[in-house]
């Protein structure tokens, strides 16, 4: 039999399809096959904690610490121009001191009036947390806290009434809890009550820094309204 052109074609063809070849898909019209789906990427900040949120600062309490800052500069000035004192026990010549402080520390600050600590702000702030002490006490507590408070109404750079002519002592005692959410003094200044007012007293000196008044719990036989 006689091979033909067409013959050797499809004998072409035939021997390409027995050695493994093929129709390429994409001639046929075919679709690829998808690409695999990537590994999801896990990023740092989803790994993170969130980040706590802080309270903001106390504003009343902040513009307090700077204006008690200021007090004790003039008064350790005040301390640093006073003849030295040396190691005594003697209660005479302490009270000699104390009193050269006090006379120095009312000079620094002549003009100094009610106010000139606890401003409106810190006015403020105060009184919310000596109404809130004052609120979680029975009248009997209240009343106890100011039984051995003196009745004198406080001035500015005034001395801090004591029973005794040699300097302070046996003064009344400030109620612990209150003081834990007061703001903290330096070793020089001490809160104190007087008449219905808490008072900024220096220790030293026994003088009255300044006062808040009308914000002390009410005295045996009154109410809470009478401040």
């Known amino acids: 039999m006689r091979t033909t052109p067409k013959m050797l074609v499809l004998a072409g063809a035939f021997a390409t399809i027995m050695c493994g070849g093929g129709v390429d898909p994409a001639a046929e019209g075919a679709a690829p096959a998808p690409a695999p789906s990537p590994e ?25 610490k700077a204006r008690i800052d200021e007090y004790v500069i003039i008064r350790d000035t005040v301390e640093r121009s006073l003849p030295q004192l040396s190691l005594t026990r003697d209660p005479k010549q302490i009270a000699e001191r104390a009193q050269l402080l006090a006379s120095g520390i009312a000079t620094a600050r002549t003009g100094a009036k009610q106010g000139a600590i606890f401003t409106p702000v810190v006015t403020t702030e105060f009184k919310r947390i000596l109404a809130a002490d004052a609120a979680s006490r029975t ?26 002519p040699t300097g302070p002592a046996a003064l009344a005692s400030f109620p612990p809890n209150l003081l834990l959410g007061l ?4 070793d020089v200044v001490e809160y104190r009550f007087l008449g219905q007012a808490l008072v900024l007293r220096d220790t030293a000196a026994n003088v ?19 401040r």
Not at 211 to 226: I, S, T, Y
Request: proline fraction near 18%.
């Open 208 to 226: 009255i820094v300044d006062f808040l008044p009308g914000v002390a719990p009410a005295r045996a036989g009154g109410n809470d309204g009478d």
């Open 139 to 164: 009248a009997q507590a209240r009343a106890d806290m100011m039984a051995e408070v003196p009745k004198t109404d406080p001035q500015v750079n005034a001395p801090y009434p004591t029973d005794s």
């Open 40 to 64: 999801p990427q896990v990023t740092q900040a989803a790994t993170m904690p969130a980040a706590e949120t802080l309270p903001p600062p106390n504003a009343a309490f902040s513009e307090f």
């Open 183 to 186: 703001p903290e003094l330096p």
